[in-house]
Nanobody, 122 residues
């Protein structure tokens, strides 16, 4: 089992920045690809970005590319989502996830955090 806890959400003005953290406990964190997903009000959960277990490779959704950056510190069992140039449409609950497959599909991730709310005001 892997337990995930997100933090760092909050209220920010458009154009601002936030950094989300996801702390993992349980089985070996460094062996898991990690991903961030989000679910906005009235919307389905959508892929934000993913990072390989080594941290070498990342993939992002087009909607956040060049604004968001995923990184990880395996020694601290933590993955981060740096969000810059935030827009009102980025408002959502953000979830981190861990899985055995490096994927953009939520079905491929076995472990999920409880989510953290990000609200971007215009």
């Amino acid at each position: 089992q892997v337990q995930l806890v997100e933090s760092g959400g909050g209220l920010v003005q458009a154009g601002g920045s936030l950094r989300l953290s996801c702390a993992a406990s349980g089985r070996t964190f460094s062996g898991y690809p990690m991903a961030w997903f989000r679910q906005g009000p009235g919307k389905e959960r959508e892929f934000v970005g993913t990072i390989t277990s080594s941290g070498v490779t990342t993939v992002y959704a087009n909607s956040v590319k060049d604004r968001f950056t995923i990184s990880r510190e395996n020694g601290k069992n933590t993955v981060y989502l740096q969000m810059n140039s935030l827009k009102p449409e980025d408002t959502a609950v953000y979830y981190c996830a861990a899985g055995k497959l490096w994927s953009t599909r939520s079905d491929d991730y076995n472990y999920w955090g409880q989510g953290t709310q990000v609200t971007v005001s215009s």
